[in-house]
């Protein structure tokens, strides 16, 4: 059973911009610490951003100033803004609970060529 799809990702050249989408259909996503993860090829998965239930939110040194995360409690959404793109933030992106509650789907991929 799916519980969140991602989407928005794509090509882009460094320096651009893109919206991750994260939405729910069968759960309630305000009611969770929601993160964005993203993992490169040959890499471990890693936290990158995260919003608490209260609105409060954390980033990845590697992510911080130039990435966003926020919600959207109405459509059930997270989102991740990223702004000023770099070659090293190609991955494949992934949204879960905090606590990893969540399957884990396929992720969106995102690529940046300089």
């Known amino acids: 059973q799916v519980q969140v799809v991602e989407s928005g990702g794509g090509l882009v050249q460094a320096g651009g911009s893109l919206r991750l989408s994260c939405v729910a259909s069968?759960?309630?996503?305000?009611?969770?610490?929601m993160a964005w993860y993203r993992q490169a090829a040959g890499n471990q998965r890693e936290l990158i951003a995260v919003i608490y239930e209260i609105g409060d939110t954390n980033y990845a040194d590697s992510v911080n100033g130039r990435f966003t995360i926020s919600r959207d409690n109405a459509k059930n959404t997270v989102y991740l803004q990223m702004n000023s793109l770099k070659p090293e933030d190609t991955a494949v992106y992934f949204c879960?609970?905090?606590?990893?509650?969540?399957?884990w789907g396929q992720g969106t991929r995102v690529t940046v060529s300089s």
């Open positions: 879960n609970t905090l606590a990893g509650a969540l399957s």
């Open positions: 069968d759960i309630t996503l305000s009611r969770f610490h």
